[in-house]
């Protein structure tokens, strides 16, 4: 538990993230409130850190897509963006990662409150063939003496069930492309990482490949929260050390698998219109986000979580930092 007690808190309070970085702009004009440094360190308040692997090509998009989430929170966050050093994105300036984002080295010797992997769209590639996999594992090893609690998405979700609990993915016979309709699996009023959520709620989907849920659960400390009839499997908890696992995307912008779909057909991959998406299955007509309050209330739950269980001196996790979490009915 953070022990510094809060007097009064904003309904909102802003993320603190470097005063150069290109989303920030993106952010403000969103109405998101960014925190500057020397207004951080005068808050009586120790900052939520957040370490936050990017391993998708277009980092400008998916640094404001995950910035916007944990900006809408009642705590202070710091977030620290995060590379590869063994795999270099052809798609963004080596100028901006080294400005921008560290590398295992850099940060070895720190203790974060939690960590979010990315998806990246390697998934038809094998994990040992992934340029970088052999660093991912030093970084996922690192993490679990160095992070409270880690949060994947997509291939990241993927990664790291496979790493920490050997569950295989599997190809399908064709892209898992559009928003599908999902359920919570439990029948009882849903509680922390999903309170507020409704019985039935859309996620964007958009991969080739999943996860069976009987190779889930022959993993003991391994819960599906959530799944859909078409595109399966969508949210894994593990009991245990409460990291998450998300195969979908809550974080897309509305616009994300319009953009996705036009890349695909102009690299001539013959990609299905994406499902329940276009009004009317109309391309020329805009989506909507039915989507992104799920997004805004998981990460908000989310963080809850790491705020009332972590130590507010990090460095005590030490070793033990996913040995011995407590069981989640004792939060």
Known sequence: MLTRQIESVPLLMPIKIPNELPARKDLEAEGIEIIGLNSALRQEIRPLKILFLNLMPRKHQTEIQYARLLGNTPLQIELTLMTTASYAPKNVSKGHLDQFYRKLPDIENEFFDGMIISGAPIERLAFEEVSYWDELTQIIDWSSRHVARRLGVCWGAQALMYQ?????????????????????????????????FTNRFPMPVSRYTGNRPEDILRVPDLEILSRSPEAGVAMVLDSRTRDVF???????????????????????????????????????KSPANSWRPYAFLLIANWINDLYRTNPFELSAMGSAASADKKNPEEN
């Open 164 to 196: 920490l609990h050997g569950v295989e993915k599997y190809e399908h016979p064709k892209k898992l492309f559009g928003v599908f309709d999902h359920a919570l699996e439990t029948q009882q009023r849903p509680k922390g990482l999903l309170s507020g």
């Open 246 to 284: 998300i195969l979908n995307h809550l974080e897309y912008d509305a616009e994300t698998l319009a953009e996705e779909y036009a890349r695909d057909r102009e690299a001539g991959l013959q990609t299905d219109l994406p499902a329940n998406y276009f009004p009317e299955d109309d391309p020329e």
